[in-house]
T-cell receptor, first 112, second 114 residues
Framework: KAGVTQTPRYLIKTRGQQVTLSCSPI?????VSWYQQTPGQGLQFLFE???????NKGNFPGRFSGRQFSNSRSEMNVSTLELGDSALYLC???????????FGSGTRLTVV | DQQVKQNSPSLSVQEGRISILNCDYT??????FLWYKKYPAEGPTFLIS?????DKNEDGRFTVFLNKSAKHLSLHIVPSQPGDSAVYFC?????????????FGKGTRLHILP
């Protein structure tokens, strides 16, 4: 079966712009989580959506937001981009039991 | 405040020898632990997990040990192979957040030397 698909794979934006990243989970998975990976901080939890509702949120500013659609696809938006937002953004989907996630390949965002 | 700590950013091990990756945690409510492996330009892939009711779980060359009193777990890979070179993330969850929020460590980069 198809894995978790994230688009685009690479993105270059300038400071102050906004960006939207997309994630399509594995078919049947209703939980989608977003993580930011940077060399210094490792994997940091952004937020999690389940059945179109945000269930949990990490410690990121309000510039980071997301949503989930009825088909479980999720989008993440970052407004007013800063240089420090340059990172690999990973999406993970889960059936729910056991906490085992399947990750996408990520979107590499570079802010210049 | 790092609840899951991987204090070694990198580790080099000779091919064929045992690789031991360590992880410490601070939250006593964690009851489920996972290890993920990540290659460059790819998302992490699930490797092995352990519930707090066990102290060992084995899957082929991979064994995870859990010491609850020390709040410490380790991943043993034996024998180490070149394809094991990757970043390994330790992760943990609580019963309340089983399905929606996993806390990851910063990762340990494992280099398998020929």
């Amino acid at each position: 079966k198809a894995g978790v698909t994230q688009t685009p794979r690479y993105l270059i934006k300038t400071r102050g712009q906004q960006v939207t990243l997309s994630c399509s989970p594995i078919s049947g998975h209703r939980s989608v989580s977003w993580y930011q990976q940077t060399p210094g901080q490792g994997l940091q939890f952004l937020f999690e959506y389940f059945s179109e509702t945000q269930r949990n949120k990490g410690n990121f500013p309000g510039r980071f937001s997301g949503r989930q659609f009825s088909n479980s696809r999720s989008e993440m938006n970052v407004s007013t981009l800063e240089l420090g937002d340059s990172a690999l953004y990973l999406c993970a989907s889960s059936l729910g039991v056991g906490g085992s996630y399947t990750f996408g390949s990520g979107t590499r965002l570079t802010v210049v | 405040d790092q609840q899951v700590k991987q204090n070694s950013p990198s580790l080099s091990v000779q091919e064929g020898r045992i690789s031991i990756l360590n992880c410490d945690y601070t939250n006593s409510m964690f009851d489920y632990f996972l290890w993920y492996k990540k290659y460059p330009a790819e998302g992490p892939t699930f490797l092995i997990s352990i519930s707090s009711i066990k102290d060992k779980n084995e899957d082929g060359r991979f064994t995870v040990f859990l010491n609850k009193s020390a709040k410490h777990l380790s991943l043993h890979i034996v024998p180490s192979q070149p394809g094991d070179s990757a970043v390994y993330f330790c992760a943990a969850s609580t019963p309340e957040n089983r399905d929606d929020k996993i806390i990851f460590g910063k990762g340990t980069r494992l280099h398998i030397l020929p």
